[in-house]
């Protein structure tokens, strides 16, 4: 890192986190219908991302991993913290987000998001492939689908896992009032990442960081999160997409919309201040510096100016600052590729859930 803090000029910031992602859904645009259309929550995960997961292999990981960085960079935002899950090809999935990443110049947390919905033995092998990669020095914490999907063995094992490697757990907790949340009770600290908790009552008597998904949660039908209430309760509230892609600005304002629709006096400060938690995983994000086409780079401004795109992305490395994004364009890869490779990938997904 050359310089964590450098001074920023009015039309630039340091680059935006996204708090929460799962990288793999990039290529799900355009995706098959699923057999029938889904009603409620549960048959969104099962008729759709549960297939979807199970379609992947190594090279689909790969380049939807690279299509999510590249779309991220583009957006002005420079760090992920990725939430995988590929029961078909777990063994060294996440050293592939990983790398994928670093070749665009995107920085990445990773976990595996064990489950039980695959057996004991699928587990087992996501509990391995989190440790294998934490054990080699990924940057990343332990994953956990939800805890309706783990048996209480599972759920423990992965937080002693964490534990051990001084790591927290990524989980997603009370996105449906199906989840059994309160299994986690006993369990959680203050470096787990706690994702959605729409339908946590105020005294869940959880720890650690919320990560609140606004376009998520509305498009999953799930209910609003009122994440007022968690920073009330003195718990720190973050910012993620939940695989919507990676447009932080963008994700922000619909923050902010969503809040003033629960309670008028909410201000752009509120969604802005959960936009910048998500730094907290990634410190060296704040020497990152994104130059944007607006003037000035005020929330106040922003939440009522659509369109707003980065000019130019510096990210700060141990060689210093090395420009990523300028002139409409990634400088270390080549874009048009990425999205051609990621187009032949997609299909290759499609024919797969269409059989």
Request: hydrophobic share 40%; with cysteine.
């Amino acid at each position: 890192m050359n310089d964590p803090a450098p001074s920023l000029a009015p039309d630039q910031t340091p680059g935006l986190v996204c708090a929460h992602h799962h990288l793999y859904s990039a290529l799900a645009r355009g995706m098959p219908a699923p057999p029938r259309t889904p009603t409620e929550f549960l048959e969104i995960l099962e008729l759709v991302w549960w297939r979807l997961d199970c379609a992947l292999d190594d090279d689909l990981i790969e380049w939807s991993a690279k299509l999510g960085a590249l779309e991220a960079l583009a957006r002005g935002c420079t760090s992920i913290v990725d939430h995988h899950e590929s029961p078909n090809a777990i063994d060294g999935s996440l050293s592939i987000i990983a790398e994928a990443c670093a070749e665009v110049g995107v920085r990445v947390n990773c976990a595996y998001g064990v489950t039980d919905r695959h057996g004991p033995d699928g587990a087992a092998a996501g509990l391995a492939e989190n440790d294998r990669f934490l054990r080699e020095g990924g940057s990343g914490m332990v994953g956990i689908h939800a805890a309706f999907t783990c048996t209480d063995d599972t759920i423990a094992a992965a937080a002693e896992l964490a534990s051990n490697h001084g790591v927290g757990v990524h989980v997603h907790v009370a996105e449906g009032p199906a989840d059994t949340w309160d299994r986690l009770r006993g369990h959680t600290a203050e470096d787990w990442w706690l994702v959605h908790g729409v339908h946590l009552p105020d005294d869940h008597g959880l720890t650690g960081t919320v990560v609140h998904n606004p376009r998520s949660n509305m498009n999953n039908a799930v209910g609003y999160a009122r994440p007022t209430r968690f920073v009330e309760a003195g718990l720190p509230v973050a910012l993620g997409t939940d695989g919507i892609g990676a447009d932080m600005l963008d994700e922000f304002r619909v923050a902010f919309v969503r809040a003033r629709e629960h309670d008028v006096t909410a201000t752009p400060d509120l969604a802005w201040g959960w936009l910048e938690t998500g730094r907290a995983l990634f410190p060296d994000s704040a020497g990152d510096v994104v130059t944007w086409d607006y003037p000035v780079m005020d929330p106040w401004r922003l939440a009522y100016s659509p369109g707003v795109s980065p000019l130019r992305v510096e990210v700060d490395g141990p060689s210093g600052r090395e420009t990523l994004w300028a002139d409409g364009a990634p400088t270390r890869v080549d874009g048009d590729e990425i999205r051609a490779k990621a187009a032949e990938a997609a299909t290759r997904l499609f024919d797969r859930l269409e059989a």
